[in-house]
């Protein structure tokens, strides 16, 4: 028999449990989000401008107070999300909403231009004092030339995604960019029908419309001139445009990391699991499939989203490429 158990802990208040609880987190979305619902009995109290912490069950929160929200099954807790609380809703009862460490990242802002510098040297002048740290598996991309005018680290991170054209996500504190697949992190396994709860938006296909393609990956230097890296095949044709100056190699790579989203076969979509086996993203998902034994491989987790109350608990597992 499972029993429901959750431990939230805000800033240096004691950990108290939710009544319910839902999280999100994707590898196309450095933003992490969360909500937590308070049981009434953690309701706000403030006299004036005086916390006092002798008040037995009622305890003062902030908009952005740190969160780590744990849970699991028969006290075997697990941490799904770490951030900050962006917003009280004075609701019964009462709702925190959370952000992960993208957070503070809204409030610095950078003035300067880089020259024959690197992914890592932006990173190093952007997390300074943040308490972000940088995962060791983060491509050191050498940057020719970027420059920045009062741009926030939310921007520079988008400018990252967007115009670098590469993945940017948070493991809670940790701050991964590189190329879709490359930070490892293990593996968990699905066996449809016996610990998943849901697999019916789960698609499998056999054949993608750009299953043969060649990706051009055009850069337009600052004379004018285009740079144009080109993959291997003979099929459909995308264009991918690189706007960063950056070396040819690490173009060539890029465009490599594109072709292998658009060409992998197999499954695709979502699947319903339990709150174990624990999930996250970046994970190899390896998926055996009884009735059809062709569709069982390992495949990219590209986003989970949980869910927890009294009722149970829930994670839906985004399921990305192949990775057989």
Not at 279 to 289: S, W
Not at 310 to 321: E, L
Request: with cysteine; aromatic share 12%.
């Amino acid at each position: 028999m499972f029993w429901m158990c959750s431990k939230i802990t805000v800033g240096s208040l004691p950990p108290f449990y939710c009544t319910s609880a839902k999280w999100k987190r994707s590898v196309d979305n450095y933003a992490d989000s969360a909500t937590v619902t308070v049981p009434a009995l953690y309701f706000l109290k403030k006299s004036g401008n005086i916390y006092n912490p002798k008040v037995v069950g009622t305890y003062l929160f902030a908009e952005g107070m740190p969160i780590q929200i744990e849970l699991g099954y028969n006290g075997n807790l697990v941490t799904r999300f770490k951030g900050f609380i962006k917003r009280i809703n004075y609701a019964a009862p009462l709702e925190l909403e959370c952000e992960g460490y993208s957070y503070p990242l809204q409030k610095i802002y950078i003035n300067k231009t880089y020259t024959n510098s690197s992914v890592k040297k932006i990173l190093t002048d952007l997390l300074q004092g943040t308490g972000i740290s940088i995962s060791s598996d983060t491509a050191d991309v050498p940057i020719n030339e970027a420059v920045f005018k009062n741009a926030s680290g939310v921007q520079i991170l988008e400018w990252l995604k967007k115009k670098c054209l590469l993945t940017v996500y948070f493991n809670f504190n940790e701050i991964y960019v590189g190329l879709r697949a490359t930070e490892p992190k293990g593996s968990v396994d699905f066996h449809i029908g016996w610990n998943t709860v849901n697999a019916n938006d789960l698609l499998f296909s056999g054949y993608k419309e750009f299953s043969t393609v060649r990706i051009n990956g055009v850069y337009r230097k600052s004379n004018g001139d285009l740079n144009v890296t080109t993959t291997d095949g003979n099929g459909s044709v995308k264009t991918i445009h690189l706007d960063v100056d950056m070396t040819t190699a690490w173009q060539q790579k890029i465009i490599n990391d594109r072709k292998l989203i658009y060409t992998s076969m197999g499954y695709t979509g979502k699947l319903t699991a339990f709150l174990e086996p624990y999930t996250d993203i970046g994970m190899t998902a390896k998926i055996t499939d009884d009735k059809y034994p062709e569709r069982s491989g390992s495949y990219f987790v590209e986003s989970v989203e949980g869910s927890f109350s009294n009722r149970g608990g829930r994670q839906i597992v985004g399921i990305g490429f192949s990775l057989n």
